[in-house]
């Protein structure tokens, strides 16, 4: 697949197959995407394929646990969620609502996605240079989430879906004992990875234009052809 189609056209998947996936696809993967930089190429990034039923059954709970939490705050924030007040309910169709239902439909799910990866990172190779502004951190994933996107864009590559998701971070303690992770290494992300559902993947994706988002010489000033 051309480069430039994989990155137009690799969505967050939310629906898959109960098709098994093959071992030797994910190593091939694996094999391109851990050519990614990384600070100092010390290449920290570690990840655990979880196919087995048991554990996916737990990360998905732990996933769930801060997904109902993201979901509580979302119903109060998006425009065309359903209320129980006929005299307030709004277009239950509307695209925040339609992401929203894909989401939790994802969630709910999760457990039967043929391959989980938790996708983690040795604390001792990053160089966490914004650790002492006055601001919550940025930098220290820059080590890990490349290697993260080269996985997804081999995920299109290969026909699969995908989809990322930064959630079970937050119950990292609980994810460390249930996969035995050492001390330094820090859970940075969970991708799920299968066959996708064909009439419920998008692969039509919108985004804003480029000079919305990138500037020329100083913030605002839109990056544009001549």
Known sequence: ????????????????????????????????ARFASSGGNRQGWRTIVVTDPELKRQISELHAKQWNVYLDHARDGVVGYQTTDAATKMDSYSPAQQRLTRTDDFAKSLANVPALLVCCVELWTLAVTDKDLDRQSIVGGGSLYTFVQNVLLGCRNEGLGSALTT?????????????????????GALVAVGWPVPEKQYT??????????????SYGNPFELD
Request: glycine share 2%; hydrophobic share 45%; proline share 6%.
């Open 167 to 187: 959630l079970l971070a937050a119950e990292e303690a609980a994810v460390a004992e249930l996969l035995g992770l050492p001390d330094e290494v820090a859970v």
């Open 1 to 32: 697949m051309d480069l430039y189609e994989a990155m137009r056209t690799t969505p967050s998947c939310r629906y898959f197959t109960d098709d098994p996936l093959d071992d030797e696809i994910l190593h091939r993967i694996f094999d391109h």
């Open 204 to 217: 039509k994706l919108s985004r804003k234009p480029v000079e919305e988002v990138v500037f020329r010489n």
